[in-house]
């Protein structure tokens, strides 16, 4: 049972380069969502989506796109990448079992 | 408005002892759930505890207790005999109740950073 995988874990990119982060789970959660992580600003909401089809911004979805063709996937893409993008970006998922939250292992983005 | 509100940027304990990590909450939702996570230097996000709205009891987990006052709003982590290894960062989060076939949202806190030193 893998639960959340992202790619890559490193990335750098150059100031207007377009990328994708990859999320994928493999417990059928129909929640799944994307944060990022910056010093002193704990976690902060993209995107998220509650099931196939159906996605919505979060509190910083500004520069980035999602899509939830699958229930298995969720790809956060990224446009035109800022030096503002700089940080690291968690996948996270949860199903109708109310105290479980699983969390990706991180992708630490470098935008120069 | 804050939903998830982490006071202390930063805390130090000795090793052994016992700490508290505050965390309050805003919401008008009967129906809510509360977590804590811990997130070492290596980053993952590891879960150490969950608190349901309607849960009569506090819960524990080994060293990790919740002191819930539901009334403050308030869902405050006790580490009981502190260890080196619980220095890291330690986020408290709340989750939305689900609404129909739609799932709730998690809002999380800014975190504390915990250093235990010997």
């Known amino acids: 049972n893998a639960g959340v995988t992202q790619t890559p874990k490193f990335q750098v990119l150059k100031t207007g380069q377009s990328m994708t982060l990859q999320c994928a789970q493999d417990?059928?959660?129909?929640?799944m969502s994307w944060y990022r992580q910056d010093p002193g600003m704990g976690l902060r909401l993209i995107h998220y989506s509650v099931g196939a089809g159906i996605t919505d911004q979060g509190e910083v979805p500004n520069g980035y796109n999602v899509s939830r063709s699958t229930t298995e996937d969720f790809p956060l893409r990224l446009l035109s990448a800022a030096p503002s993008q700089t940080s690291v970006y968690f996948c996270?998922?949860?199903?109708?079992?109310?105290?479980?939250?699983?969390f990706g292992p991180g992708t630490r983005l470098t935008v120069l | 408005a804050q939903k998830i509100t982490q006071t202390q940027p930063g805390m130090f304990v000795q090793e052994k002892e016992a700490v508290t990590l505050d965390c309050t909450y805003d919401t008008s939702d009967p129906s809510y759930g509360l977590f804590w996570y811990k997130q070492p230097s290596s980053g993952e996000m590891i879960f150490l505890i969950y608190q349901g709205s309607y849960d009569q009891q506090n819960a524990t987990e080994g060293r990790y207790s919740l002191n819930f006052q539901k009334a403050r709003k308030s869902a405050n982590l006790v580490i009981s005999a502190s260890q080196l290894g619980d220095s890291a960062m330690y986020f408290c989060a709340m989750r939305e109740p689900d609404r129909g076939s739609t799932l709730g949202r998690l809002y999380f806190g800014r975190g504390t950073q915990l250093t235990v030193w010997p």
């Open positions: 417990m059928n959660h129909e929640y």
């Open positions: 996270a998922s949860h199903g109708r079992v109310k105290n479980e939250q699983f």
